[in-house]
């Protein structure tokens, strides 16, 4: 059989995403902050873009009709249209309206009337110095950790060699401040004395933050405990038996340090009050604010009603009278194209975003509909909910719900939690009645080993049994799996650690 080329027509269908409908559904999976940032930098690309400052709490964008005066610019509208050039006797294009006195305004302060030239020109200087506030307002910045500690150690160390030493092991120090390599290893690497490097050591471990440049944790809190004189035989051994501690082995505890339930539940106390790792959070960046999506409010009538943030919602404007005077003074097929390009893309955003706020409207309300009980009684009246729910009865697809859930925060009477919070999975009951939430099922297991006495300390087996009492039918293993969740230990830690009264 030979081989040679052919030429095929075929026709087929496909489904392709365009550029549109990709920013689209970036900016509906986006929080209003990112949303923000984006619109932010449209602004700048696109000159039709303008920020809408009217102060309109209404939450879709509008688009905007001709800038007044649109006596002058009726005609170039018409041509824009029309095709036609605008009469001679027309507005100019490139008119700024804003700077044009109508001779209606005040001269007041700020002008050149009374008060405005002796004020600001006249009196020898400004009035006001609003290009320093900038000055005024800077702080030093905060240094940084290790910029810190190499300040105190050019003021701690004379020696030449104890500095280098310092130097080295400043260079050595992990994030969290420790050290965990031992003096001998840096003595070698150096070339030095062991007995220096230890010197250098306990030295260093007096900088501020106390702590810092220990070799694992029993010499970082050993060291922050003598800096407060709290270092006596007792705190040793129960820092040379932290393990016993994490078990919570209390009665092991007693027996090794020698003394009673009541003093060593205060040096349990006096432990918890220091720093593990005294060098994590120098650098690290305060957490982020909160900034609710969504904003929802009890009515007079006991209804909720659900709104979008006005304060984090942008709100832009087509301007299409600028459009309308730059199509006339075009004269370049390419700037026309331009023009129709940018003008299409305004358009699509503005659509966006209106399309954007009422899908996440329509999904937050039917959210609060259903979560009705949990809004008014708390987390025990969570109903168990899945994307299918909300998407059947807004008629949108189950990834559009799920894009629209995502990094957004609603502001509720009970706190700000993520729209995602609500969604949680079913758990059947005993007598095929209505499911509960995974949710509910976590607090009141919460509830359940808080409230347990020391006498009585409940088993996952135990709080199976009462959860089916209650109409949960739950298994052993699902159980053991929310406690571990909750970081809440076994039934045989707690028994231990309640036996020994605080």
């Known amino acids: 059989m030979a081989l040679g080329p052919r030429l095929d027509l075929r026709q087929s269908q496909s489904l392709v995403m365009t550029p549109q409908l990709r920013q689209a559904i970036k900016l509906l999976q986006s929080s209003n902050m990112e949303v923000t940032a984006f619109v932010e930098e449209e602004l700048e690309r696109n000159p039709l873009l303008e920020r809408d400052e009217r102060g309109d709490p209404r939450t879709a964008a509008d688009e905007r009709a001709p800038d007044p005066p649109a006596a002058e610019f009726a005609d170039a509208h018409a041509a824009a249209t029309s095709g036609e050039m605008p009469a001679d006797g027309a507005a100019p294009l490139d008119a700024e309206w804003d700077n044009v006195y109508d001779g209606e305004a005040p001269l007041g302060a700020g002008g050149l009337g009374a008060g405005g030239l002796g004020a600001g020109v006249g009196g020898g200087g400004r009035a006001d110095f609003d290009d320093l506030d900038g000055i005024a307002e800077m702080a030093d910045a905060k240094p940084s950790l290790r910029e810190h500690l190499g300040e105190q150690i050019r003021l701690t160390f004379r020696d030449a060699r104890e500095r280098l030493v310092a130097a080295q092991m400043l260079a050595m120090l992990d994030p969290a401040g420790r050290l965990p390599v031992a003096d001998a290893a840096i003595a070698a690497a150096m070339g030095c004395e062991e007995a220096m490097v230890a010197g250098v050591r306990a030295r260093l471990q007096r900088l501020d933050p106390t702590g810092m440049f220990a070799q694992n944790l029993r010499d970082c809190l050993a060291v922050q405990l003598a800096e407060r004189n709290r270092l006596d035989p007792c705190m040793e051994a129960l820092l040379d038996n932290l393990e016993m501690l994490a078990r919570r082995d209390l009665r092991g505890l007693m027996r090794v340090c020698g003394v009673e339930s009541e003093d060593l539940a205060d040096m349990i106390a006096e432990l918890k009050r220091?720093?593990?790792?005294?060098?994590?959070?120098?650098?690290?960046?305060?957490?982020?604010?909160?900034?609710?999506?969504?904003?929802?409010?009890?009515?007079?009538?006991?209804?909720?009603?659900?709104?979008?943030?006005?304060?984090?919602?942008?709100?832009?404007?087509?301007?299409?009278?600028?459009?309308?005077?730059?199509?006339?003074?075009?004269?370049?097929?390419?700037?026309?194209?331009?023009?129709?390009?940018?003008?299409?893309?305004?358009?699509?955003?503005?659509?966006?975003?209106?399309?954007?706020?009422?899908?996440?409207?329509?999904?937050?309300?039917?959210?609060?509909?259903?979560?009705?009980?949990f809004f008014r009684h708390g987390v025990a009246h969570l109903r168990p909910l899945i994307l299918r729910d909300v998407a059947d009865e807004v008629s949108l697809h189950e990834s559009t719900v799920s894009r629209v859930t995502a990094n957004k925060h609603i502001a509720t009477p009970r706190g700000i939690f993520e729209l995602k919070y609500f969604f949680t999975t079913a758990i059947a009951a005993t007598s095929g009645g209505e499911s509960h939430s995974a949710e509910a099922i976590r607090f009141r297991i919460r509830e359940m080993i808080a409230a347990e006495h020391p006498d009585d300390i409940l088993s996952d087996d135990a709080i199976v049994e009462r959860l089916r009492k209650e109409g949960v039918d739950i298994a052993r293993r699902t159980v053991a799996k929310y406690r571990e969740a909750l970081r809440i230990p076994s039934s045989v830690q707690r028994k231990r650690e309640k036996a020994v009264p605080a």
């Open 274 to 373: 220091l720093d593990p790792k005294p060098g994590a959070n120098w650098d690290a960046a305060p957490p982020p604010v909160v900034v609710p999506d969504v904003l929802m409010r009890r009515l007079d009538n006991g209804e909720w009603a659900v709104e979008l943030n006005p304060e984090t919602l942008p709100r832009v404007l087509v301007n299409r009278g600028f459009h309308a005077r730059a199509v006339v003074g075009t004269r370049s097929k390419d700037d026309r194209a331009f023009l129709a390009e940018r003008l299409q893309s305004a358009t699509w955003l503005v659509k966006s975003l209106e399309q954007r706020a009422t899908t996440i409207l329509k999904v937050a309300a039917e959210i609060v509909r259903r979560q009705d009980g």
